[in-house]
């Protein structure tokens, strides 16, 4: 009977042994690999690009009319509360 337990012991020690060196390896390989995708070249689309201007001269040019009827609602009631 003391033979089975020190089988089953060796067994479990090898699945520990073997558990904690991967984990040690993965720890290590999370530290020293380098990121693959800061060697690429970075690429940019002009149709992008030029989409995005359009979109915001037109946000620009929304915002400037809600200014300027804010501004001008506001003149119209500062009028009427003074005369």
């Known amino acids: 009977m003391i033979l089975v337990v020190k089988k089953q012991i ?5 699945n520990m042994k073997n558990l904690a060196s ?9 530290y020293t690999v380098q990121d693959k995708s800061n060697d690429l070249p970075k690429r940019t689309d002009i149709n992008i690009l030029l989409n995005r201007v359009k979109l915001n001269q037109k946000n ?3 915002k400037k009319i809600y200014f300027s009827a ?3 609602a506001g ?6 509360i003074i005369f």
């Open 75 to 80: 003149l119209f009631l500062f009028g009427l």
């Open 60 to 62: 620009e040019s929304r």
């Open 22 to 30: 991967s984990v040690r390896k993965k720890l290590i390989e999370k």
């Open 70 to 72: 804010a501004a001008s």
């Open 10 to 14: 060796q067994w479990f020690n090898l």
